[in-house]
């Protein structure tokens, strides 16, 4: 399918520039377009009809990974292979955003889809919005001030997080990057999702991190599910069931998930049955809480 006449398109190289272009524009009438992974599709199939696109593809201050002593930085544009392969990012506190990378679509995929575009995009299964949201991770958004400089709004992935492909994002708003701070020892963190087929969008995906006190019990938990009705979502009664689990009794982890399994609202679709979804969700959140566990015990960077 053939996309409507889109009148122009924009490749700015700075943020500021972005975000001028953007304000320059009526507010439904342009889009960034980030990997184009999912906006492409929407676009051909009508379902979005943008007047003009401002392309991020050549911004470069928002790709790559900046790690400090008390924080990982991810420009927005950063892509899901470089996510997938970061040294920064692989195992540890931050594990669950490497595996979540490393778990979309296919190779293609990969190679062009971003965090940012991801996040903003915020579909209903997807895997970066339910890793990052067990992260706990922090975004900073940029837009034209009414001055003419730049403005810049700090968001927390659970208030930018609204609900499935709806996010707090401002329609002027480009995001620029997010940020994981917070301590790494003693934490580890893990996602893992499952699909019909390993390459698409998942029927149930779950992230996970959990913060260890010295006997290696849970001291606390973030967990995070998509796939539901609901989208993205923080799993809170599964959070609190797990303070206190170990991995030497993986039974009251998964009796954990069980339980909590059934405080949320679990859809039956053409995918999978809500009866099968809980299956899922005791099995493979027992799974990634014992991958967490395990990285928690792995020597701090
Ligand atoms: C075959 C296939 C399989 C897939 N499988 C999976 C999977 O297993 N798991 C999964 O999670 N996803 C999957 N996806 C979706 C994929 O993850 C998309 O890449 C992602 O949703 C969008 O990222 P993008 O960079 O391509 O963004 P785009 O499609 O370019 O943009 C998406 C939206 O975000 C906005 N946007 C992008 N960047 C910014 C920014 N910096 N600031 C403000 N707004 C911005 C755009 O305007 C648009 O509305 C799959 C897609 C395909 C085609």
Known sequence: MFPAKIDSLSRPETVAETAALIASAGEDDVLPIAGGMSLMQAIKARVVRPGALVDLNDVEEIKGIKESASAVWIGAMTRYVDLASSDVLKNGAFGALSDAASHVG???????GTIGGSLCWNYVAACVPVATLALGAELELISKSASGGSETRLVSIDDFIVGPMETSRRPQEILRCVTLVGPRKQIGSAYRKWGHVTDSLPVVGIGVRVVLNGDRSCKSARVAIGGLSRGSQRFHEAEKRLV????????????????AAETLEIQSDAWASADYRKVLIEDLGTSVVLSAMARAGEAVR
Not at 106 to 112: A, F, I, K
């Open 244 to 259: 206190g689990t170990s991995s030497k009794n993986p039974a009251a982890i998964s009796d954990a998930f069980r339980s």
């Open 106 to 112: 296919d190779r293609q995929v990969r190679n062009r």
